[in-house]
Nanobody, 116 residues
Framework: QVQLAESGGGLVQPGGSLRLSCAAS????????MGWYRQAPGKQRELVAR???????NYVDSVKGRFTISRDNAKNTVYLQMNSLKPEDTAVYYC??????????WGQGILVTVSS
């Protein structure tokens, strides 16, 4: 059974930092491309950052220079370090594990709220 367990969300003031973690089980983690998506109220889910199995990294323009995605294959975990957070970063953040072919898997989502 595949599980993606996100942690590290919560309430933070503008300008603050959070680190999200996603621990995976039930998959051969090292061969999966891992991504963080987010969905704000009333908006579509969007890709925030992605790290491939070969460690190629992509970010949505709005988080470049502020967010950093990384992975630890020994711990089957992907991270999203979020700095200089803005109110517009408020959303439910989802972890995604995608093979090169076939269906992907989703975590349950974790809420990040940026507010003073």
């Amino acid at each position: 059974q595949v599980q993606l367990a996100e942690s590290g969300g919560g309430l933070v003031q503008p300008g603050g930092s959070l680190r999200l973690s996603c621990a995976a089980s039930g998959i051969s983690f090292s061969i999966y491309h891992m991504g963080w998506y987010r969905q704000a109220p009333g908006k579509q889910r969007e890709l925030v950052a992605r790290i491939s199995s070969g460690r190629n990294i992509n970010y949505v323009d709005s988080v470049k220079g502020r967010f950093t995605i990384s992975r630890d294959n020994a711990k089957n975990t992907v991270y999203l370090q979020m700095n200089s957070l803005k109110p517009e970063d408020t959303a439910v953040y989802y972890c995604n594990a995608a093979p090169s072919y076939g269906s992907s898997y989703w975590g349950q989502g974790i809420l990040v709220t940026v507010s003073s």
